[in-house]
Every structure is written in C-alpha cells, then in structure tokens.
C-alpha cells in the first residue's frame, strides 16, 4: 500500500507540474505555428505517430491517427525541425519561426529498414545517428523480440552477432550472457545507461527483465568509450526503456506448451499517457507470467523450473522549460523460481531443491538541462534497486539450506559536454563527468557457514574528447576508478577512430582497456547441486584483479539497389587478459559441500571475427550473423581434484569456437506475416562433474541449430484498434540435449544447448 501511495503522490506532482508549465505557456502565446503532414515516400499513405520536433529543444509531438501534426505557440527564431520514427530515415528541415506566422512543413519518409540512421545513446550517452557513433553499437529493437516471440531480455539477446546467452542449472534456471566468448562478469548490464545491475540481481537478472518495458537493447562489443565502467572487458549491454510518445495501450496473452504439455503462460498490458502539448507523459507496463516446471527424461527433476513473476513499472518525463527535462523511471519485480524434485512440497522434504523468491524494487531520476544553442549539455542522474531474495539451495532434505539475502545498489553521477565549433582542427566534442556507485550485499546461508558481507564504493571521474565530422571522428579519453577492495587507482584508457569514405561506408578502430576488481560476482551467489551434495564458490585470499586490454576493427557496408536495402558488417576482435580469473576444485569443507575456489592465472586470449548481414526489399526482411573465435589460457590449467587423470587445458570451457543467428520476416499481404528465426551452437568443451558419472570428465557436445516459426494476422476492429492472432512452434527440430544426468546425485551444472525443447505457442494482442 506504501508504495502505492508514493507511486500516486509522484504521477500527481509531475502532471501538476507540468500542467502548470503548460498554463504558463499560454501567457505568452507567440502564436508562431507549425503544420503539416508526413507521408510515406513510396506508397505516398500518411504515417500515424510519427515523431516531429526541433531539435535543441525539449519541443515535440506526433503525427496524429491521420498523419498531420501541429506545434504551436513556438519560440522566434531559427531553427531545425525533425523527424524521426523507427524504420524510417530521420529528415531535417530548416524553419524560420516569426510571431504570428504559421508555416506549413510537409515530410516524406523514407523506409530504412536496416536502421542507417537509426539513433543510438550507447557510444556516448547522447544521441545520435549509428552512422556517425565513435563506436560500433548494434541495435536490438522492440520488432526483434516480437518476431522471436521473446517474452523476456534473455530470450531476444542471442539475436546480435558476439552474443550468447546459456542456462548454467538445470534446477533454477540460472542464464549468463557471453559476449565475444566471455563468461558474464565480463558484461557491463545497463538498465538506460545506469549500472544497476549488482552481483545479486545478475545471477537471475536476463529473464527478470520483461521485453514489454524495452524499447531497444544496445550492445556494444568491447570497452568502447570511457563513459561507461571499467567492467565492460567484453562488451555493454545497454537496456533502454520505452518512453511515452503518444496516447496507446496494448494488451497481450500468449501460451507455449514446453515440450508440448507444460504451460508457459504470459500476459502484458502497455499504456501511455500525454499531455496534448507534450510537456509531460507516462509509459505504463505490467507483466505477469506462470510457468510450470519441465522434466524432458521423465526422472523427476526438472530441466527447466518452475516460474511465477509479476513485473510492474513506469517511464515518465517532464519538460520542465524549453530546454529542460526531468526523466523518471521505476520497476518493482516479484519473481518465484523453483527447480529440483518433489516441487509442489516444500524445499526441505525434496532430494534436490533450489528455490529463490525475489523482490526488487528499482528506479532513476535524471535531469537534462541544456543551452539555446545546444553547445552546452547537463545531465544529472541517481538510479537505485534493491533486492530482497529468499533462497533454498539444498539436498537431501537438508534443514539448513536456507538462505537469505538482500542487496542495496545506488549509483548517482553527473556529466557536462561542451559542442567546439572547432577545436585545434576539427570540429569538436569535449565530455566529462563524475561518478559514484556503491553496492551493499548481505548473503547468508547459515547452514553452509557461508557469509557474504560485501560492500563496494567505486568512484569514477571520465574525460574524452571527439573531434568529428562526417568522414572522421577521433575519440581519446579514459577512466580514473578507485574501487574501495584495491589500494590504488587504475586509469583505463580508451581510443576509437572513424573514418567514413563515402556517406555508406564505415570504418572503425577501437582500442580499450578495463578490470575486474576481486569482489563477488553473480555465479557465485548460485549454490549448484553437484552428487547430492553442493558446490560453493569462494574466493582465494590473495586473488587480486583481472586486467584486460581489447583491440577491435571493423567496417559497415551500405548499400541500396533499387527497393532492396543491404548492410554487411565485419568485425576482428583481440582480447588480452592478465591475471585471469580461474575456478579449481580444491577439496570439500567440514559440512561435506564440494568447494571451487577463484584463484588467478598467467592470463588468456580471446580472438576472432562477428559477421553480419541485414537485407531489406518491401515484403522481405532478412537478418544473419556469425561468430568465428578462439578462446584460450595463455598456459594449460588444471580444473579437478578427484580425477588427476584430466589434461590440463587450454581452452576455456563453455566457448564454442563457431555460433550464429538468423532472422527473417515474410509479409506477402499487409496484415500477414510469418517470421522464421533460429541460432546456430557449434561443439564446445564442459565440465562434467563427478556424481551421476562416477568420477569428473571433460565432454565435448554437439552443435545445435534451433529454428522457430511464428505467424502472426492483423484484424482491424474499430478505428486505430488493432487485433492480432499468433502461433508457432518453437525449436521445431527439436535441437536439445539428450544426456542430462538423472536422479538426486546429477550435476545441475551440467547443462548445455538451446533452454527449451520444442514447444508451441499461440497467442493475441490488442492494440490502440
């Protein structure tokens, strides 16, 4: 009920306030006007909900149902008018503004299926066009998770190029995503731009996030720009949540039937309130969903768990002036997960149980202030989450597996950047900032006698410097951290260059470097079931940090032939990593729990090559990649203690050397359209321990290739409302593994190859 109230208290003052704001427009009415109207170039149709404003300002609208606008009571002067929607080339026109004048302003947009222009925050968390972005960032957007019928963020991340998202527990249902072959740590997870992602909420975090509250995910591979942490070795996975753009609601249903009789059901409901002057609005989203538990060999101990969450949450704006806007968003998340057997009793009377009961709340204020001439940028921001999570992790109906833990993450920070009109010989971009993030964890699991009691400060200050035009962009910066569990400072420095030959090729350089502090990370707050019994990871008394440094090149072709749009883009990747972080079997402790132990090692290298390509013609959308690399310790290292007969290895474990995705869509009329997408998992080498099997092994698996079929109609029902009716099948060929261990003494970790067997799902969704 509190939070209810607040929740009211809030929507009430910025609505007043920005009601107020609007009255007090009126004051001064210029009665300088715009109007007009958007078409498609092509089939020269008006477009609905197109967004229009000038840029430099917080002034905006959309097309209305019939594809006109009109923006009133503008200020005098010069400027730049917009527009800009997903799937079409953003235009820009010059306007002259004078008191009591109306002009009327008429666009033509043309489709950009394979995002050209499409907008993108992650290079330096300002806006700007994918073309021109000092780094390579690749865009998932709310279309791919819809064609992949992704309920979730871990179920539409394996859809970029470098990105592999895996189960890690046949019990709990724990996911890691990898970029470029490197486990999740390496990851820095972004929820808009704010790292609030902990070492808590990582460990289930991918499927928690529901794909409903996305308006698009950017990953960048790499360290990229120095604005973002230290941590992002592998790359940033940047969560951009939907804002509101117009008045709309949506809601959704879907059921799949896992394995053909387990049900997965799912329900979403969307909806966005504005103002009619567009000074303030709401983005309202609700997710909850129900899961039953899947057992595939029929042993009594699932492979998939049990799961019930509710999600519920908001992203609202309000513009305070001309050229300010105060951003505020919020998520509260409940979520129950059950895996093992015996689920319906409770987890102490079952053989093997992992049982988690999650409640978290997060959110962020940020306000964005900037100069009439738009040289001058401000923005200042706070995010926080906390997390409060019930836990069993336990065998043999262990009494003394339960667990507690609660987690409290808070990141507050500001940046400033100034736009040169020139600098020394360019035309540039200077951007510079503070930050601090703490985090205080608290995981008891008394009956294990393992405490974590683990508080991190890390204070950042970050400059860079992009001198850039349309053919060049050098970028030159770095990051001073200091992390409260090391003596020192470490200063990563990070360099990109651009250079676009023609307006449709784009060539990039990359070079950056980061670490990993010797803290707790997500895999190590999982306690997996291993012969019975469980294994606990801690951490080695005088490990000390991970150090990495990255080089990356690549080049992004364009081109269009008529009606048909293509995009390739090649990108070779070098990581060098010292000090490696490394897990080995050391023994078990006074209660018998098998202990791994996180020791360092020489180092390691992490090479290779992402492809991709993007074609568009009309009724046809078609998406590939491919990942080819090599993922080796700098010097074999050895895993196992009960079976010295194993080799020591060189190659990193859970890092196929291939692996891929596809997507495309078919729309042979307007309202139909079928979409056939798929992964691609090449062999790789797993741990294999000791329980079910009689002594640890090394196994080498298949490769898989899972494909997926949705076809989904439109049925027009009244005016601008919109019904769809979908259905599918899910891993149609049934690419899943077939040697899990069975019974009470498996290895939950032993666990590889696409989440879900083959599934069907049907589904509806009403639209206004």
Same mark, same amino acid.
């Given at each position: ?18 009601w107020?704001?609007g ?7 210029s009665?300088?006007?715009i ?7 092509k089939?020269?149709? %008006? ?10 300002t917080t002034i905006?609208t959309a097309t ?11 200020p005098?002067?010069?400027y730049t008018?917009v527009?800009?929607?997903l ?6 026109k010059?306007v ?7 002009l009327?302003v008429?666009?033509?947009?043309e489709?950009d ?6 907008v ?7 806006e700007t ?5 000092p780094?390579?960032?690749?865009v ?5 998770f819809?064609?992949?019928?992704a ?8 859809f ?6 895996e189960?890690?527990?046949?019990n ?7 970029i ?16 609030i992602f902990?070492?808590?909420?990582g460990?289930y ?10 308006e698009?995910?950017e990953?960048?591979?790499?360290g990229g720009?120095a604005l973002f942490?230290?941590?992002?070795i ?6 951009i ?10 809601l959704?249903?879907?059921?799949t039937m ?6 997965d059901?799912?329900?979403?409901l969307?909806?966005s309130?504005?103002t009619?002057?567009?000074k303030a609005g ?5 997710q909850?969903?129900?899961?039953a538990s899947?057992d ?8 998939l768990?049990?799961?019930n ?12 002036s ?6 505020f968003e919020?998520?509260n998340?409940? *979520? ?11 987890? %102490? ?7 988690t ?9 940020k306000f ?5 001439d738009?040289k %001058?940028?401000l923005?200042?921001?706070t995010?926080?989450?906390?997390t409060?999570?019930?836990s069993?992790y336990?065998t ?10 609660t987690?409290m993450t808070?990141?507050g ?7 040169w ?12 900032g503070m930050?601090?993030?703490?985090d205080d ?14 508080k991190v400060h ?7 410097n992009e001198?850039k035009?349309?053919?060049w ?5 770095g990051r001073f951290d200091?992390h409260n569990?090391?003596?020192h400072?470490?200063?990563?420095p990070r ?5 676009n030959?023609?307006?449709?090729i784009?060539?990039r350089?990359?070079y950056?470097?980061?670490f990993?502090a010797?803290q707790a990370?997500d ?9 019975g019994?469980?294994?606990i ?6 490990l000390?940090?991970e150090k990495?440094k990255s080089i ?14 293509v995009?390739?883009?090649? *990108?070779?990747f ?11 079997e050391i ?6 729990n ?11 290298r992490v ?5 991709e390509?993007?074609?568009s ?8 990649g ?6 080796r310790?700098?010097d ?5 203690e009960?079976?010295?007969n194993?080799p020591a290895?060189?190659?990193?474990f ?16 307007k309202?139909l359209?079928?979409s056939?997408t798929g ?8 741990q ?8 640890d092994?090394?196994?080498?698996t298949?490769?898989f290739?899972d ?5 989904a109609?439109?049925?027009p029902?009244?005016?601008?409302v919109t019904l769809?009716i979908?259905?599918?099948v ?8 077939n040697d ?6 498996r290895?939950?970790k032993?666990?590889?190859?696409p ?8 589904g509806?969704?009403?639209t206004?």
């Amino acid at each position: 009920m509190n939070k209810i109230t607040i929740l009211i208290l809030c929507l009430w003052c910025a609505f007043s306030a920005a009601w107020a704001t609007g009255d007090d427009a009126h004051l001064n009415p210029s009665d300088a006007n715009i109007v007009g109207h958007i078409l498609d170039k092509k089939t020269k149709e %008006h477009l609905p909900f197109i967004n229009v404003f000038i840029h430099g300002t917080t002034i905006g609208t959309a097309t209305d149902a019939t594809g006109h606008y009109y923006l009133k009571n503008l200020p005098e002067g010069k400027y730049t008018l917009v527009m800009k929607s997903l799937g079409y080339k953003t235009v820009e026109k010059q306007v002259i503004l004078k008191k009591g004048k109306t002009l009327e302003v008429n666009f033509e947009a043309e489709e950009d299926a394979v995002s050209l222009d499409g907008v993108v925050v992650s290079a330096n968390r300002q806006e700007t066009t994918r073309r021109l972005a000092p780094s390579l960032v690749n865009v998932l957007d709310a279309k791919v998770f819809e064609t992949t019928h992704a309920t979730s963020l871990a179920d539409g991340l394996n859809f970029q190029p470098g990105v592999r998202v895996e189960n890690n527990c046949q019990n709990c249902g724990f996911q890691q995503v990898r970029i470029n072959g490197l486990e999740g740590p390496y990851t820095q997870i972004l929820i808009d731009s704010r790292p609030i992602f902990s070492a808590l909420t990582g460990v289930y975090g991918l499927e928690q996030i529901p794909a409903n509250m996305i308006e698009r995910v950017e990953v960048m591979r790499g360290g990229g720009s120095a604005l973002f942490g230290s941590s992002a070795i592998a790359g940033t996975i940047n969560i951009i949540t939907k804002e509101p753009l117009r008045n709309s609601a949506q809601l959704t249903h879907s059921l799949t039937m896992i394995g053909g009789n387990r049900p997965d059901n799912n329900t979403t409901l969307n909806a966005s309130l504005v103002t009619d002057d567009h000074k303030a609005g709401i983005y309202l989203f609700g997710q909850t969903r129900h899961r039953a538990s899947y057992d595939h060999d029929g042993d009594g101990f699932s492979e998939l768990g049990q799961l019930n969450a509710k999600t519920i949450g908001f992203r609202s704006y309000l513009k305070t002036s001309m050229y300010s806007k105060l951003t505020f968003e919020f998520h509260n998340i409940s *979520e129950y997960r059950r895996g093992g057997d015996h689920i319906n009793l409770p987890p %102490h009377e079952a053989d093997v149980a992992e049982q988690t009961d999650h409640t978290i709340n997060g959110g962020g204020l940020k306000f964005d202030l900037f100069s009439k001439d738009y040289k %001058h940028r401000l923005n200042i921001y706070t995010s926080a989450q906390h997390t409060n999570r019930k836990s069993y992790y336990g065998t043999n109906q262990n009494l003394d597996a339960y667990g507690h833990t609660t987690d409290m993450t808070f990141v507050g920070g500001s940046q400033y950047s100034y736009s040169w009109d020139k600098c020394l010989f360019m035309p540039a971009e200077f951007t510079g900032g503070m930050e601090y993030s703490y985090d205080d964890l608290k995981d008891e699991m008394l009956g294990y006698n393992r405490i974590v009691d683990q508080k991190v400060h890390i204070g950042s200050l970050f400059l860079q410097n992009e001198w850039k035009n349309d053919k060049w962009s050098f970028l030159v910066g770095g990051r001073f951290d200091k992390h409260n569990l090391l003596d020192h400072i470490i200063f990563s420095p990070r360099a990109n260059l651009r250079f676009n030959p023609t307006q449709d090729i784009n060539l990039r350089l990359s070079y950056s470097s980061g670490f990993r502090a010797p803290q707790a990370f997500d895999e190590d707050l999982h306690v997996a079931a291993v012969g019975g019994d469980v294994a606990i990871i801690q951490l080695s008394p005088d490990l000390k940090e991970e150090k990495s440094k990255s080089i990356s090149a690549s080049v992004d072709l364009y081109h269009r032939f008529g009606p048909v749009q293509v995009n390739f883009l090649a *990108e070779g990747f070098y990581t060098d990593l010292s000090d490696v972080f490394f897990l080995q079997e050391i023994g078990r402790d006074e209660q018998g729990n098998l202990i791994l132990e996180r020791h360092n090692k020489d180092g390691a290298r992490v090479m290779g090559f992402n492809l991709e390509g993007k074609m568009s013609y009309s009724w046809l959308q078609l998406q590939a990649g491919a990942t080819i690399q090599r993922s080796r310790y700098k010097d074999a290292v050895t895993w196992s203690e009960s079976n010295p007969n194993l080799p020591a290895q060189k190659k990193m474990f859970r890092t196929p050397d291939v692996y891929g995705y596809f997507t495309s869509t078919f729309t042979p009329v307007k309202r139909l359209s079928a979409s056939l997408t798929g992964t691609y998992t090449g062999s790789m080498l797993v741990q294999h321990l000791a329980g079910y099997i009689p002594e640890d092994r090394e196994e080498t698996t298949p490769d898989f290739f899972d494909m997926n079929l949705k076809i989904a109609y439109d049925i027009p029902v009244y005016n601008v409302v919109t019904l769809q009716i979908n259905a599918g099948v899910q891993n149609m060929f049934q690419a899943y593994q077939n040697d899990f261990d069975q019974g009470k003494d498996r290895d939950s970790k032993y666990i590889y190859g696409p989440g879900t067997p083959r599934s069907y799902f049907v589904g509806c969704k009403i639209t206004y």
